[in-house]
């Protein structure tokens, strides 16, 4: 066995040293020690262990072990230090009268028998009396190679450093009967109870959670579509939302009257009385298209003009066409905010021109996510412009369309909402798309009723999650999870989730499946016998 020591400071290190003790003493050159490591089983060449009363150069660091008459070093003895060398022969010198090595580790000093006594008498006779003494070094051997015997084959690996040593050693025989002593074989990794996971049963994704960079005014909230929440801002009362209120009118459309692939649907004629009205709704100031009486649009048609130029009037013409009069269609809006969980949202109007419709930004999240599925709205509020039959070319207030992946949704903005903007963002992580939606409420500014403050800061929430963003492994294909009726279970695949730091995911094991669940992902992947 090895032991550790702390180092103590040789008084004069030389190249050589001299070893005494033996007939013709000689000369042994500290090159000896270079070597990395010390095969127990080639006992009778330079270095040997033998159990204690001496260790390999190379098991050693020189005066690693301090001592009552000098210092315990690793070649040569100073001023009555025990020399660790093996003699060239394979005996060893003997041990300095009345130096018991000491340690302050937590385990005992090894024993000090009669005949080392014996041998350390002879340090102060005669050379010739010496002579006429049995050599120790047999006894030494002797007991070396009970030891070895005793304790099997081993492999100690050494690193030399100034006054310390690191030590690693594989035991392949049965274990030295000495339970005080620390053992310093290599355990494998635990393996996994007969019922339970070799992993937790909560996965936090490591690191330091993200900090968004929230609006000081308004409200905020931001998500990731299937991941789950980056977090709000405190204050998610009622307000109003402006334009964006039109986001849930085109949702209703579309459910009521859905467009495949690239269809433009039916037609939508406008009605005398509603092109009647648009001279005075200019005269408001509303953000209207123009129409004329008999004046025919597609589905598409009418929900571009309702979704990029955020025209009014297009609202009350959809709401008629859809339910047949504008209070039936605003029951439908209200039912479906109620359906959806949107508790703090009561809409009065299709287009949001009247401040009494009122919402918060986690309701319009969720609205979005559940619009941005439909792939006629979707290819509607990415772009950039479109063209309607009498209005002609129209174009989109959402001015952040095409960076930084944002794709959607609306903007919206009165003096009594402020600037708003409900956004949508494609982002891939590990081959996947994510949808990130969000929401910047409430933002005043000079131009505009603040649109412009809150287009801005919506990009930089955007940014922000995108860099948070990332894949990260929870189990690796092979690597058993849970051992059942002793046969080790592992994935057969690697799984990984999608996240941020500090996002939490919790396993649970179905019979020969484990299913990893976020707030808003659940994956499974099967277990397999190794």
């Known amino acids: 066995m090895s032991r550790r020591a702390t180092a103590r400071q040789r008084p004069t290190p030389s190249s050589t040293v001299h070893v005494p003790g033996r007939a013709g003493d000689e000369t042994a050159d500290l090159s000896d020690h270079a070597e990395p490591t010390a095969d127990l089983s080639d006992h009778a060449e330079r270095t040997a262990e033998l159990s204690g009363f001496a260790e390999s150069p190379a098991a050693r660091p020189r005066n690693a072990h301090p001592r009552d008459g000098g210092t315990w070093g690793g070649s040569a003895r100073d001023g009555g230090a025990w020399d660790g060398d093996a003699r060239r022969d ?22 000090w028998h009669d005949e080392h006594r014996e041998a350390d008498r002879g340090l102060s006779e005669p050379a010739d009396a010496r002579t006429r003494r049995p050599r120790t070094a047999l006894a030494f051997t002797a007991i070396g190679l009970a030891v070895l015997v005793a304790g099997g084959a081993g492999a100690v690996a050494a690193r030399r450093g100034p006054g ?45 959670p993200p900090e968004m960079p929230w609006p000081k005014s308004g409200q905020s909230t931001l998500r990731v579509v299937g ?28 459910r009521d009257h859905p467009l495949s692939g690239g269809a433009d649907g039916p037609s939508l ?16 100031g509303e953000s209207l298209v123009k129409v004329t009486a008999g004046e025919v649009l597609t589905e598409r048609e009418a929900l571009d003009a309702l979704m990029l130029p955020s025209a009014d009037n297009m609202a009350l013409i959809l709401a008629r066409w859809d339910a047949g009069s504008v209070d039936a269609f605003l029951d439908k809006m209200n039912d479906a905010a109620a359906s959806l969980g949107m508790t703090n949202t009561h809409y009065t109007d299709p287009s949001g021109l009247a401040s009494s419709t009122v919402s918060t930004a ?16 979707a290819q509607i509020v990415a772009q950039h412009s479109a063209k309607v039959p009498v209005a002609g070319t129209v174009k989109n207030y959402n001015t952040l369309l095409g960076s930084s992946g944002v794709d959607g949704i609306k903007t919206g903005s009165t003096s009594a909402a402020g600037g708003c903007l409900l956004f ?58 849970v051992t059942k009726d002793g046969v080790n279970l592992a994935p057969a695949e690697t799984l990984s989730v999608i996240g941020w730091p500090g996002l939490e995911f919790h396993t649970h094991l179905r019979a020969e499946t484990l299913e990893v669940d976020g707030p808003e992902s659940h994956q499974t992947v099967d277990l397999v016998a190794q």
């Open 90 to 111: 394979g005996s060893w010198g003997p041990e300095p009268r009345d130096d018991r090595p000491r340690t302050d580790e937590p385990w005992q000093d090894e024993p």
């Open 164 to 208: 310390a040593i690191t030590t690693t050693a594989q035991w392949t025989g049965a274990r030295p009967s000495d339970t005080t002593q620390p053992a310093i074989a290599v355990q494998p990794p635990p393996s996994p109870s007969p019922s339970g996971v070799a992993l937790p049963a909560t996965y936090t994704v490591p690191g330091t």
């Open 227 to 254: 991941v789950g929440s980056l977090g709000t801002t405190p204050d998610q009362r009622p307000v109003p939302i402006a334009s964006v209120t039109k986001v849930m009118t085109a949702y209703l459309v579309l």
């Open 269 to 284: 004629t406008v009605s005398d009385e509603e092109a009647a009205r648009y001279p005075d709704e200019v005269a408001k």
């Open 362 to 377: 986690d309701d319009q999240t969720v609205l979005a996510a559940q619009a941005m599925k439909i792939t006629a709205f």
């Open 424 to 481: 949508a963002a494609r982002y891939q992580v590990a081959g996947k798309t994510l949808t990130i939606v969000g929401a910047v409420f409430g933002q005043h500014g000079p131009t505009m009723y603040g649109l412009p403050l809150a287009l801005s800061r919506s990009r930089s929430l955007i940014v922000a999650a995108q860099h948070a963003l990332g894949s990260f492994p929870i189990v690796t294909a092979g690597h058993t999870v």
